[in-house]
């Protein structure tokens, strides 16, 4: 499972390791099981058929999966021990796969993402990390999409899965090695879990490009429509799979979206230097630590 970080290259690594033929993924850019609680109270066999048997949105048969390695993901799971305990319980055997991008950039480009999707309503990055303590104090699991610092502090959590799951199964990989060498990554983690690693996976679409919304109000709304607590959205919910339900989902939000590359004017601003100096000096210590654990070189993260 691959369990972190967020925005660090997650969606292109899945669908890379998922062109190999002995492994079977799902549709869904998350597999959200373990951590939402109204899909962890209904069991791992309705899981496992909502995600792996409608796998590219067509049934798939228990017997076609049979013999497969499965792969999920979700970014948020790593920086909760709660859920990382209801994963070793689910299989204390499973490898975990955590990307790490330079934290400070992480943070930025988690708040657009946050700004696009319309979790987050704070105009400028800098009020957004003041407002950061009180919203985890308030409520992680509201307000994880919008934990910038938080979710770039990398050396307590991975310490965490180590400690769980042991240091032979978890890979940390640098988003800086994926975008240099995709083919390679790939390929080391075949070997490590145990699968064929003589097959490249195609290497060049990039997954969940940076995009600006065309309205913001639009994807906030959208976002209200569809919290878990808006009875229309149960209702819809009822009557449609859950296949047809996302692909429906992303088609408005993509409908909404525009490519940063599109025109100049799309792009969002770039961090100030300021408050880019100030976070590198709030990560300094954590990426210290991490570099330790992990005995990689990560000085480049500090200037």
């Known amino acids: 499972m691959i369990v972190g970080a967020q925005k660090a290259g997650t969606s292109s690594l899945l669908r890379y390791l998922a062109q190999h033929p002995d492994i079977h993924t799902h549709a869904q850019p998350e597999m959200t099981f373990f951590l939402q609680e109204r899909e962890y109270t209904r069991g791992y066999e309705w899981a496992f058929a909502k995600y792996f ?17 499965l792969i999920a993901k979700n970014v948020m799971v790593m920086h909760s021990p709660e859920v990382m305990k209801r994963i070793y319980e ?4 499973m490898h975990l796969v955590v990307l790490l991008r330079e934290p400070v950039a992480r943070a930025y480009s988690a708040y657009w993402w946050a700004r696009r999707r319309g979790w987050e309503n704070i105009k400028t990055y800098e009020q957004a990390l003041d407002a950061e303590e009180a919203r985890l104090s308030e409520d992680w699991f509201k307000w994880r999409q919008c934990a910038y610092q938080y979710n770039g502090i990398y050396y307590p959590h991975v310490k965490n899965l180590i400690t769980q799951f042991g240091s032979s199964r978890v890979h940390c990989i640098l988003t800086d090695d994926l975008k240099n060498n995709a083919e390679v990554v790939c390929q080391r983690l075949f070997d490590r879990l145990g699968i064929s690693a003589d097959f490249s996976p195609t290497i060049g679409e990039r997954h969940n490009q940076a995009t600006l919304p065309r309205s913001e109000k639009f994807n906030f709304l959208f976002t ?3 919290a878990s607590h808006n009875p229309l959205r149960r209702i819809i919910r009822k009557l449609l799979p859950d296949a047809t339900a996302y692909k429906l989902r992303k088609t408005v939000l993509d409908w909404n979206d525009t490519p940063v590359g599109a025109n100049s004017s799309s792009r969002p601003p770039p961090i100030n230097p300021q408050t880019r100096g100030r976070q590198m000096a709030y990560f300094q210590p954590f990426n ?4 330790e654990l992990l005995d990689r070189d990560l000085s480049s993260w500090n200037f």
């Open 288 to 291: 210290e630590q991490l570099a």
């Open 90 to 93: 689910h299989n204390p055997q």
């Open 53 to 69: 048997c409608r796998s590219k949105l067509q049934l798939a048969t228990y017997d076609e999966i049979e013999g497969q390695h």
């Open 224 to 226: 209200q429509f569809l």
